[in-house]
C-alpha cells in the first residue's frame, strides 16, 4: 500500500498536472485520486498531440488508471457529465475508470449564482465557496444523494483499505498560497490545498511514500489582490509563460519567486521531489530574480540560481532530504 502526492507549492498553475502526467506513465499506480477542489481547478494536459483541459477529472484517466474524485472535493454534475463527453470524444477510454466519493458534495447552481454575485477576492466563480460553506454547515448535498452520479460512486475505504492492494497518486488542486489555513487570508480557496488534505480522503499517513512539491521558477497569482509588482519584466513572464487562467482565461499576475515563502511550503507539505517548471520561460526573459529576506535578489546565470536554490531548499540533516528537479515548459521532468 503507497501513495504518492502532487501538491502545488504557489499559488496554484504550477503546472501540477504535468508531474501527475509524468508519474502516471511511469509510476504502476491503480488509482488517480484528486483530493481537494472543485472546478475551480484547470489542468490544461497533452496527450498524444492532443489537448485535453479538464476541470474534476484527474489525469490518471488518459492512462487507463481509476481516477476518483475524492470527498475533499465538490463536484458541479453538470460540469463532471461534459467533460466526461469531452474526454470519449478525444478517444479517451472513460468506461470503468472514472469515480467519485459517495461523501463529495455536490455544487448547485445556486451556489454557482451567489459565487458569481459576491466576487470581492476575484473567485474563479464556480461556487466553489458556497458548496464549502454548506458542507461545513452541515446543510449540504453530498454526491451518494444525486441520482445522475449513482453509476459513478464509490466508497473510498472500500475501494482502498477492502480490495487488495493500491497503489494511488494523489493529486491536489490550487496551491499552498490558496489554501485555507496556510494561504493568504481571505485571499484562498475555501478547501485543503496541502499534504494534510489528501490524508482526509482515507489515506492512512503510513502509506505516503512521495510528496511532490511542484512551482515555478516565478510566481502567478490569480484574483483580486494586487500581486504584481511594476517592473516591465512581468506583462514579458505572461507573454512568455503563456500565463492565463485555463479556467476563466483572467491573466495571471507576475513576481519573482519567494523562496522563504516555497521553503515554508516545502516544509509543512513534507515535500521531498521539488519540481521548479518553467526555466526556459526565464531563460527566455534572460534575467534571474528572486525574493530572498523580503527583497530582490539577482543572479548572473541560469546555474547560479540553480545552485544557490539547491542548497537553500535541500537540508542534509533532514531524514527525507529534498530533491530538486528543474525543467523547462516542453519537457517532461
Ligand atoms: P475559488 O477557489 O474559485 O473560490 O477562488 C479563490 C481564489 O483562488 C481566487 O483568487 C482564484 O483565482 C484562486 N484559484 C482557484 N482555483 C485556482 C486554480 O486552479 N489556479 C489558480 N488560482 C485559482
Ligand atoms: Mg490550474
Known amino acids: 500500500m503507497r501513495a504518492d502526492i502532487v501538491v502545488g507549492v504557489q499559488a496554484g498553475d504550477e503546472a501540477k498536472g504535468k508531474v501527475t502526467h509524468h508519474l502516471c506513465k511511469n509510476g504502476s499506480y491503480t488509482h488517480v485520486l484528486r483530493f481537494n477542489g472543485g ?10 498531440g492532443k489537448k485535453f483541459i479538464t476541470h474534476h477529472i484527474p489525469a490518471g484517466v488518459f492512462y487507463g488508471i481509476k481516477s476518483v474524485i475524492g470527498s475533499g472535493c465538490v463536484v458541479n454534475v453538470k460540469q463532471f457529465f461534459k467533460e466526461l463527453e469531452e474526454l470519449k470524444e478525444g478517444g479517451i477510454d472513460v ?15 445556486e451556489h454557482l449564482e451567489q459565487d458569481g454575485r459576491d466576487n470581492s477576492i476575484g473567485t474563479t466563480k464556480r461556487g466553489n465557496g458556497p458548496a464549502y460553506r454548506d458542507k461545513y454547515n452541515r446543510s449540504g448535498l453530498l454526491a451518494k444523494d444525486c441520482v445522475e452520479l449513482k453509476p459513478y460512486l464509490l466508497d473510498l475505504y472500500e475501494e482502498f ?14 496551491g499552498f498560497e490558496l489554501d485555507i489555513d496556510w494561504g493568504d487570508y481571505p485571499y484562498v480557496t475555501s478547501s485543503h490545498c496541502t499534504t494534510a488534505g489528501a490524508l482526509l480522503n482515507a489515506i492512512p499517513y503510513s502509506w505516503i511514500g512521495n510528496v511532490w512539491g511542484v512551482a515555478k521558477i516565478y510566481e502567478t497569482y490569480v484574483g483580486a489582490k494586487k500581486f504584481e509588482p511594476d517592473d516591465p519584466a512581468f506583462p514579458l513572464l505572461r507573454k512568455y509563460g503563456e500565463e492565463f487562467g485555463a479556467t476563466t482565461g483572467r491573466p495571471r499576475q507576475c513576481n519573482w519567486l519567494d523562496l522563504d515563502r516555497l521553503y515554508k511550503a516545502v516544509k509543512i507539505n513534507g ?9 526556459d520561460v526565464m531563460r527566455q526573459l534572460d534575467r534571474w530574480t528572486l525574493i530572498k529576506d523580503g527583497g530582490e ?36 521532468i
Open 95 to 109: 468506461e470503468g475508470n472514472v469515480f467519485i466519493a459517495r461523501n463529495a458534495h455536490i455544487i448547485t447552481d
Open 39 to 48: 472546478c475551480n481547478a484547470g489542468h490544461t494536459i497533452y496527450h498524444e
Open 161 to 174: 483499505h477492502e480490495n487488495g492492494p493500491v497503489r494511488i497518486l494523489c493529486e491536489g488542486a490550487q
Open 297 to 332: 535578489k539577482h543572479f548572473e546565470s541560469e546555474q547560479e540560481i540553480k545552485s544557490y536554490m539547491s542548497k537553500q531548499l535541500t537540508d542534509p540533516l533532514e531524514r527525507r532530504p529534498v530533491l530538486l528537479y528543474f525543467s523547462d515548459n516542453k519537457h517532461s
Open 271 to 279: 515535500v521531498n521531489r521539488l519540481v521548479i517548471n518553467k526555466m
